[in-house]
């Protein structure tokens, strides 16, 4: 009887340390394994990772996602918040905005000297300027407004249309009290002389055209890269 007892206890025995001992300690020493290498891994891959720069689509965009009470654009509140959004992002020094015209509804921003002009209510419609554009916009700006001085003059017919770049026009057409910046094309397989506009662009009203001119010193101001680029080009054009 003792030997038989003694027997089934060891029999019991073994299972239950080979079970209840062993294999837990197994598994978990695979668990902190695993566990390690995934930290170690993710910790990798944040160090190699890219940052994120901001251009002037993803500032648009961001004004999209604010919330639907805040204030009116014509509130100077809505631009102190617009420009701490763009702040929030890329820094302080790299971005601005100003509301154009009579009913507050255009907005230009400034962000990493690319400018972008858009509706406040249609993000949608709006004009992207590189910095090289935005030179061959100012170098040209005084021949613009004379042409939009002459729509409501009316002393000669008015059709004017200037290259900016990238594919970026900028118009003045009579009949049309308005100047346009919009991107055109040239359907495949034709001419130059076949240019076509696209829906991607914004129009001024002269209210707003005429305030575009006066905040044009701030731009340069706040932002001393673009005035740097648009006087090589006034030295590349007269040099």
Not at 2 to 27: D, E, I, Q, Y
Not at 46 to 70: F, Q, V
Not at 72 to 101: H, N, R, T
Request: with cysteine.
């Amino acid at each position: 009887m003792p030997s038989t007892t003694n027997t089934s206890t060891k029999t019991k025995t073994k299972p239950t340390k080979l079970h209840g001992g062993r294999a837990p300690k197994l598994a978990r020493s695979k668990s902190v394994a695993a566990a390690a290498a995934t930290a170690a891994k993710a910790s990798t891959l944040t160090s190699i990772a890219p940052p994120i720069i901001p251009n002037a689509s993803m500032m648009t965009a961001a004004t999209t996602m604010l919330p639907l009470m805040m204030l009116p654009p014509s509130s100077e509140s809505y631009m102190k918040m617009l420009e701490e959004l763009y702040a929030s992002v890329c820094g302080q020094d790299q971005c601005s905005s100003f509301i154009l015209g009579e009913k507050r509804d255009r907005v230009i921003d400034i962000v990493r000297n690319v400018v972008t002009i858009h509706f406040f209510c249609e993000p949608n419609k709006l004009a992207t300027l590189t910095p090289k554009c935005w030179a061959n916009f100012i170098l040209y700006c005084q021949q613009i407004d004379n042409e939009a001085k002459e729509l409501n003059l009316k002393t000669r017919p008015v059709a004017f249309r200037l290259h900016l770049g990238d594919g970026w026009y900028v118009s003045v057409t009579g009949g049309y009290n308005c100047v346009d910046f919009r991107r055109f094309y040239v359907p495949y397989g034709t001419s130059h002389e076949n240019l076509r506009p696209t829906r991607d662009g914004i129009s001024h009203r002269l209210d707003e055209w005429a305030d575009l001119l006066v905040v044009i010193p701030t731009i340069h101001e706040r932002h001393p890269e673009l005035a740097g680029i648009y006087a090589e080009s006034q030295l590349q054009l007269h040099g």
